[in-house]
């Protein structure tokens, strides 16, 4: 059979298994390009290729089963013709690629080992990461609720400012309302000051025409008294007159009575006036007291205006006082309610940290375990 198989041995020989291959798809490519084309194809090619195919795999098989016992490379002396042409490049490369495959193998085993000791390294980290987490998750817990009692204490402070922002206006409101009506009160007792003193010139005006009159009342009884004496002249004259005087002594008579009602007129306002003086007396003293009253409640009132004015203006500065510190613990609620927003992203921060570092942990474990 080795003569059968010389040609194609010679063939690989010279070009190799490679090239036997390629010599094999040409001819077959050719066999099936002139089985289709010409009508009556040559046999030929198809003898060739169906030989060359053969013969190569006749000689591969029987080189398999040469080497298939043998666990060295296969030398010079202990190969047959074929030996160094066929199997044995492609067992010396498997030989190496064995080689070669051992040696990545070890190192593969060292990165492996370097793997395992990183990943114990890395599940501590992780146990260590974890732990620092949680302490910062449980500080960050108690931050938030201390920036939560802050903030509501803050709160209670915004909503009492507010409070007493309103108190104080209503009080500066009550207080301009007061001073106003002290104001017109002031007013009030500026006009009956005013008025007393009006009063008490025309009680004194008065007085003087009462002294005047009761001086005139005094002429008037003067004047009765003459009339009267007169009167009891002509009465004598008449009875000296005997009966040619009874009708002077009847004018002498009515006159004497006009004169008694004169004088009788006279004492009745005389002393009426002088009812008359002592109640203008009496009203112009109390006149005089009302009018001293009443310059006392208008000074008095003025001091009291006065005083409001400085209580007003102080509940005005407080107001203003209030209502900056309304606005000062408004920015400090905006301020802690951002500390707190900081605090939850912190919180959940570390939450986030805490769920990577057991992802980390667990494929730290899972790593050693696999490199294990």
Not at 146 to 174: K, M, P, Y
Request: aromatic share 2%; with cysteine.
């Amino acid at each position: 059979m080795q003569w059968l198989t010389y040609p194609v041995f010679l063939l690989l020989y010279q070009i190799g298994i490679k090239g036997v291959i390629a010599l094999l798809s040409a001819t077959t490519l050719s066999g099936l390009g002139l089985f289709l084309i010409l009508p009556n194809p040559p046999v030929w090619p198809l003898l060739l290729t169906g030989y060359l195919g053969c013969a190569t795999l006749g000689l591969l098989l029987r080189e398999v089963d040469h080497l298939s016992d043998r666990t060295l490379p296969v030398s010079a002396e202990q190969s047959d013709c074929t030996g160094g042409l066929l199997i044995q490049p492609l067992f010396r490369q498997f030989q190496q690629l064995l080689r070669a495959s051992g040696r990545k193998q070890q190192l593969l085993q060292q990165r492996l080992d370097e793997i395992s000791h990183s990943s114990q390294e890395l599940e501590q980290s992780a146990i260590s990461v974890t732990r620092s987490a949680e302490q910062q998750s449980d500080a960050a817990g108690t931050a938030a609720a201390a920036v939560e009692e802050l903030n509501v204490s803050i709160n209670e402070v915004t909503r009492l400012a507010d409070a007493s922002r309103h108190t104080s206006l209503d009080a500066s409101t009550q207080i301009e309302e007061s001073i106003q009506q002290l104001n017109e009160l002031v007013a009030t007792v500026a006009d009956i000051a005013e008025q007393a003193l009006a009063t008490n010139a025309l009680m004194r005006e008065l007085s003087a025409n009462s002294e005047a009159i009761n001086k005139m009342s005094g002429v008037i009884q003067g004047i009765a008294d003459q009339t009267n004496l007169l009167s009891l002249n002509a009465a004598i004259e008449a009875a000296r007159a005997g009966a040619s005087g009874k009708g002077f002594a009847v004018v002498a008579d009515e006159v004497r009575n006009l004169a008694r009602h004169s004088q009788e007129s006279a004492a009745e306002i005389t002393r009426k006036i002088e009812s008359v003086q002592h109640h203008i007396t009496s009203t112009g003293e109390k006149m005089s007291r009302l009018s001293a009253s009443a310059n006392q409640s208008l000074q008095r009132s003025e001091r009291v205006r006065s005083q409001l004015d400085s209580v007003c203006g102080r509940t005005q500065a407080l107001t203003e006082q209030v209502i900056q510190v309304a606005v000062s613990t408004e920015q400090q609620s905006l301020a802690v309610a951002e500390i707190a927003a900081l605090a939850e992203r912190v919180s959940q921060g570390n939450r986030d940290n805490l769920e990577a570092a057991a992802q980390a942990r667990t494929i730290a474990h899972h790593l050693t375990q696999l490199t294990g």
